[in-house]
């Protein structure tokens, strides 16, 4: 029996792409830290170069991320337990050594002209109440192969993000975006 009644079986096809969004638990905006920005987009290239889908575009925004992959060796929720997982479990260590060490008086921002070890000196608001990084799910659409459209249509969604969002005014300039350009653009 499932948990949450409402849970729907997941699709699971070889060869099609798949668009995926999640979002962060309640829409915290964890990723407006540059450094666990990257420690999301290191986890994302090393799945990749595991073999485990082939990555069209991504983009990570600050409460959420939109993907276009194939899967390869895993189904799209081996996938995602994993890129959600192996990130969480990055940030909450990252995040636990900056504690650490501010209650040892190591840190102390000099943005901030706190007294070393004062607490909340090297974390944001986010960081202090970040105890879970991901929502639950994950949303995903099938793209059929046959339709040409939808894929360039879900892979211009995820290009122009940075821009419907107000981050920048050209989605070349947001770092967190990758895009394969072989397909346009």
Known sequence: MYKYKNKTKRIYLKHCYYFVTVKTFKNKRIFQNEIYAKIFLNTLL??????????????LLHNHFH??????????????HDLKS???????NHRR????NQRRGILASPSHNNHKGEAGSLTS??????????????????????????FENHY?????????HGYVDNPNNW?????DTKYHI
């Open 156 to 164: 211009e969604y995820i290009y122009n993000n940075p821009i419907k």
């Open 86 to 92: 192996y990130s969480a479990q990055k940030i909450n």
């Open 125 to 150: 608001e986010v960081d202090e109440n970040l105890k879970h990084v991901w929502q639950r799910s994950f949303y995903y659409h099938v793209i059929e192969n046959d339709n040409e459209n939808d």
């Open 46 to 59: 090393f799945l990749k170069q595991r073999g485990d889908f082939e990555l069209s575009a991504c983009v």
């Open 97 to 100: 050594s900056i504690t650490t």
């Open 67 to 80: 993907l276009l992959l194939i899967p390869k060796k895993k189904n799209i929720s081996e996938i995602m």
């Open 175 to 179: 770092p967190y975006l990758i895009v």
